[in-house]
């Protein structure tokens, strides 16, 4: 099987930048994914990856190297880009400083057992698919929180203080789940639950809404072709799926954006509310600056971009000048 690789390229002791470099790889279908990268490794003998907790992502998705490469060229085609876990911490290639796994452990660790510490270790690969760590690079991480959840399940009889420990600063109040595995793992279920357990958040980080823009439709009636974005959320919205080509056939433009299914941080609302517009932010500006001039959303969403779109705004520090329709009022 051919593949077209993109991969990184960074060492922190020479590079002041990364940057990515491009390889045309034959590998059997039925090897894993990381056999994979000795194949790269041949071609440019500066590329390194980790000798233990082989995790990288793969087009975004976090993994590690067991799954077979047919089964990622059916999920993702062909054309693949090799990165580490995390970028910001990458020290050579796919290599990175994971100190702050062990930092997250050290929350619960008068807690557990060396039974828990190896649960928590199985957790590698979805402590650095967190999503949070976009906003916030100093956030604990998914995994210490899906610990915590094992703990109590399992009564742990320091609950409360197991609780009190994940809600400390860029704790479980700044947490959305979002799928980020390339084999997927949906703990929301865990952190939501954790959530209605822990004692409600002291400090929401509001954001003031003085002087902000009242949401008002544009008229879009001068523009040859409107582009046309759709936003479908963490879950997928089947009744969105089925309006991309009517709105083609009638003329519009189908503009496509890389934050169309991920979270806009209205799980975050009146937990952090600076975060939550931060990541409502970054939708609607990936939607406008990919050329859309309407957004296309379940109502829940519209109403929620629409009602805080002075102070979206005013986090971003830029105008987002973009027609907000919820689906059940969009018609081409």
């Keep these: 099987m051919k593949l077209q690789i993109r991969a990184f390229f960074f060492n922190a002791k020479t590079d002041y930048l990364p940057y990515y470099k491009n390889f045309k790889i034959e590998i059997d279908e039925d090897d894993s994914l990381e056999e994979l990268l000795p194949l790269i490794k041949e071609k440019n003998r500066f590329f390194n990856y980790p000798d233990e907790n082989l995790y990288f992502r793969v087009n975004s998705l976090v993994t590690d ?119 997927p793992q949906d703990y929301s279920g865990t952190i939501n639950m954790l959530k209605e357990l822990a004692p409600a958040p002291e400090d929401i980080n509001r954001v003031s809404d003085f002087g902000v823009r009242v949401y008002k439709d544009r008229d879009l009636s001068s523009e040859d072709v409107i582009g046309v974005a759709f936003y479908y959320g963490k879950r997928d919205c089947k009744e969105i799926y089925q309006l991309p080509q009517e709105v083609i056939e009638k003329g519009y433009k189908e503009v496509k954006f890389d934050h169309s299914h991920k979270s806009c941080g209205k799980a975050l609302e009146e937990s952090n509310e600076k975060l939550a517009l931060l990541k409502a932010g970054r939708v609607l500006a990936d939607a406008y600056d990919s050329g859309a001039g309407l957004l296309v959303a379940k109502k829940e969403y519209i109403d929620y971009f629409k009602k805080n779109i002075g102070k979206i705004e005013k986090v971003l520090n830029r105008d987002i000048l973009i027609n907000l329709v919820d689906i059940d009022n969009f018609s081409v």
């Design 65 to 183: 190297g067991k799954i077979k490469i047919k089964d990622v060229v059916a999920k993702l085609g062909s054309e693949l880009t090799i990165e580490p876990t995390t970028k910001y911490r990458a020290t050579e290639h796919l290599i990175i400083n994971d100190d702050d796994f062990e930092e997250s452990y050290k929350i619960l660790e008068p807690y557990c057992t060396q039974e828990d510490r190896d649960y928590y270790n199985k957790f590698y690969g979805q402590h650095y698919a967190s999503a949070t760590f976009e906003y916030n690079k100093h956030y604990i991480g998914d995994a210490i929180l899906i610990l915590a959840a094992h703990l109590i399940y399992n009564k742990n009889p320091h609950r409360e203080e197991i609780l009190r420990a994940i809600t400390c600063d860029n704790g479980l109040w700044d947490a959305e789940y979002e799928e980020n595995m390339l084999i």
